[in-house]
Every structure is written in structure tokens, then in C-alpha cells.
């Protein structure tokens, strides 16, 4: 079992960037996907980037395409989310998700472990 915690969170002006991390703990992280999603208040969790299990494939939503990478250090049991050019439209709660391919991704949220949660707040 894998356990999550992000950080990197804050207050940033638009047009600008923050950079995200989740620690992971547990012996299976490295073969896990790794995951990021993101939930405005009232609006249901919607994908934002992913990578798999060894960090070959990656995906993301169109609305952040060339604008979010994701990537991951096995070896440090971390996973970043490097985010550019933020839009008021990026400011929700940010979560990180680890799970099996196709049980924790894009497509499949049913199997996956959450962390707790960082907030990303961009100004206009």
C-alpha cells in the first residue's frame, strides 16, 4: 500500500508557475502510476496529468497540454507536477493519486490512493 502527501501549493499571480511534489511512502511506489488531479468547489475531481509506472508514458488534459509536466523519481519515491503559464482557470485543489495501470489513471479513479491535498490559488 502506498501513502501520499503533496506540497508546493500557494498563491501565484497569473502567467506565472509552481511546481507540485508528492512523497510517497511504501515499498509498491515504483510500481504504481502516478497521477494528478484537481477539484474546484462544487465540480466533480477531473484528471489533470499522469505517467506510468515507470515514467515512458505520459498524459495529460487538453487544458493544461504544454503547460503541465508531470514526471517522477522512482528512486526518491516523489512525483512532481511542474506547472507553467497558470490561468485563473488552474486554481483548485490539487491531488495526487498512485494505483495499478488501469485501475488508477485517466480513465480509472476506482483503485487509486489519494493524498490529502494542496491548494493552488492563481490571481488574476
Known amino acids: 500500500q502506498v501513502q501520499l502527501v503533496e506540497s508546493g501549493g500557494g498563491l501565484v499571480q497569473a502567467g506565472g508557475f509552481l511546481g507540485l511534489s508528492c512523497a510517497a511512502s511504501?515499498?509498491?511506489?515504483?510500481?504504481?502510476?502516478m497521477n494528478w488531479f484537481r477539484q474546484a468547489p462544487g465540480q466533480e475531481r477531473e484528471f489533470v496529468a499522469g505517467?506510468?509506472?515507470?515514467?515512458?508514458?505520459?498524459y495529460y488534459a487538453d487544458s493544461v497540454k504544454g503547460r503541465f509536466t508531470i514526471s517522477r523519481g522512482n528512486a526518491k519515491n516523489t512525483a512532481y507536477l511542474q506547472m507553467n503559464t497558470l490561468q485563473s482557470e488552474d486554481t483548485p485543489v490539487y491531488y495526487c493519486?498512485?494505483?495499478?495501470?488501469?485501475?488508477?489513471?485517466?480513465?480509472?479513479?476506482?483503485?487509486?490512493?489519494w493524498g490529502q491535498g494542496t491548494q493552488v490559488n492563481v490571481s488574476s
Open positions: 505517467t506510468s509506472w515507470n515514467g515512458a508514458m505520459k
Open positions: 511504501g515499498r509498491t511506489f515504483g510500481s504504481y502510476t
Open positions: 493519486a498512485a494505483g495499478l495501470t488501469d485501475k488508477c489513471d485517466n480513465n480509472h479513479t476506482r483503485g487509486c490512493t
